[in-house]
């Protein structure tokens, strides 16, 4: 009888283990931030109005009909006087660079921000036990992320990583990998890079879709500090909800948007083109529909699947030619989201991810003021738009953070993240976030050179100063 009782009872007792074992194992897989920082070039590396006409003047294959583009392109693109850009420029050798002005670039922002985020954490190089470094256009041998485990001395067992081609949705992507890694190892820490290299990738010809970029991308970069460690929970700043990646590259369109080409004269440069919007938008929506599920609330997927049900009911029982009143059927993102960490493309796409997800300036207004600030870091923009926020102590304990970014490919990627305690810090804006938002976003390109726009092509000729 006791025999049969145990056989009985074996059942249960492996059920309750294999519950207990799961909600163990899923208990170590978390992933929490826990600091970042931001990088601050100096300022002699800052890229006003006055250094940016230079540098302009300074391309040959330039006419004036390049000239009245650039100037609408820059004017209209929300950057503002602060924006930096890397040495190269400054020596005027933008149109030949070399190996070690890319390495310099990346070696500056890596020992400034890597060493002020470890040592503010009080963690030891040696402690790292994961490195993920992302850089898109600059690849060297050896890698960058083996530069930086030689500069720190780190573990002979690292697990290192180094990802390029990736865009501006790299940052993601490597936040992936540190997440699929903390899922097979407990208690560890990881050490994510995120940059881009602008020196070897000065665009010197006159191809419209290619000098585009020229306005758009500054220099910056990121690195931030994960564990899975369940302890260090009351020292973390977010915990990872969910991430979702979306690539449309089997897509040739948006495979061939944006890319990185030469030119009809063989000069290489990053060419962005018309069906950009369209690629993005389309990348966009699918992938909403897969984050959307797992970041909203069930009575607003239940509202939205109702409405959406009335609206093609109404469409269908309409009589020819006659129209309906209109019925907001959008899906409300607000009501699983505080707060929207947008990539700082352009304003073209703020204003077009703001319209879609019926956002309000105050929603955008982090995504602006670090456009206008920092400009286009690639990669590492949405940390910047993170760092905003919390400098405006916006960020409090159970707010959730939805993080949206675009690249190469096409791809679109996107998590969210919950804020584990209320946040102040004003990391990379501190010393100036009492002077933003500015009472206006203008750049002072238009006031300088607007005087382009009534030159004639056949008399043009630049002024020498």
């Not at 009809?264 to 959307?292: E, Q, W, Y």
């Amino acid at each position: 009888m006791e025999l049969l009782s145990f056989l009985l009872l074996l059942p249960i007792l492996y059920l309750f283990f294999t519950i207990w074992k799961w909600a163990n194992d899923k208990r170590d897989q978390e992933c929490y931030i826990l600091d970042y920082q931001c990088y601050k070039p100096t300022d002699d590396r800052m890229a006003g109005t006055e250094f940016c006409g230079e540098v302009i003047k300074r391309n040959k294959n330039l006419g004036l009909n390049e000239y009245k583009f650039l100037l609408k392109a820059v004017v209209s693109s929300g950057i503002g006087e602060q924006t930096y850009a890397p040495r190269i420029m400054f020596s005027g050798r933008e149109e030949s660079p070399t190996l070690a002005d890319g390495i310099l670039e990346m070696e500056e922002f890596f020992y400034d921000s890597i060493g002020k985020l470890l040592s503010r954490a009080g963690i030891s190089p040696q402690e790292i036990d994961l490195l993920v470094v992302n850089v898109s256009m600059l690849s060297a041998v050896p890698s960058l992320s083996s530069r930086i485990i030689n500069y720190y001395k780190m573990r002979e067992d690292i697990k290192a990583f180094n990802l390029a081609g990736m865009g501006c949705s790299a940052s993601l992507i490597s936040l992936d990998i540190v997440r699929n890694v903390f899922k097979s190892y407990k208690n560890k820490y990881a050490l994510l890079v995120t940059s881009e290299s602008l020196s070897p990738n000065w665009y010197a010809g006159n191809d419209r879709s290619m000098i585009l970029a020229n306005c758009l991308f500054r220099s910056g970069g990121c690195a931030i500090l994960l564990t899975n460690n369940k302890s260090l929970k009351h020292r973390a700043m977010f915990k990872l909800k969910c991430l979702v990646r979306t690539h449309h590259g089997a897509r040739d369109e948006s495979y061939d948007c944006c890319i990185q080409r030469e030119d009809g004269k063989g000069r290489m440069g990053f060419h962005l083109g018309k069906s950009l919007p369209k690629a993005a938008t389309s990348c966009f929506v699918d992938n909403l529909k897969v984050i959307a599920p797992k970041i909203l609330p069930a009575r607003e997927l239940l509202r939205f699947m109702v409405v959406s049900l009335v609206k093609k009911w109404n469409r269908h029982g309409s009589p020819k030619g006659t129209t309906q009143g209109p019925i907001k059927g959008a899906v409300n993102f607000k009501s699983g989201v505080d707060h929207f960490c947008i990539h700082t493309g352009g304003k073209a796409v703020i204003d077009g991810i703001g319209m879609s997800l019926d956002l309000t300036e105050y929603d955008l207004e982090p995504a602006r003021m670090t456009l206008h600030r920092f400009g286009n870091t690639s990669a590492s923009s949405l940390w910047y738009v993170l760092a905003y926020m919390e400098a405006k102590k916006r960020l409090k304990k159970g707010d959730r953070v939805l993080m949206i970014s675009f690249g190469a490919g096409f791809k679109c990627n996107s998590c969210l993240w919950e804020v584990v305690r209320d946040l102040g810090d004003g990391n990379v804006w501190k010393d100036e976030i009492g002077r933003y938002p500015p009472k206006s976003l203008a750049n002072p390109y238009m006031e300088k050179y607007g005087w382009i726009q009534n030159e004639d092509p056949s008399t043009f000729k630049f002024p020498e100063d």
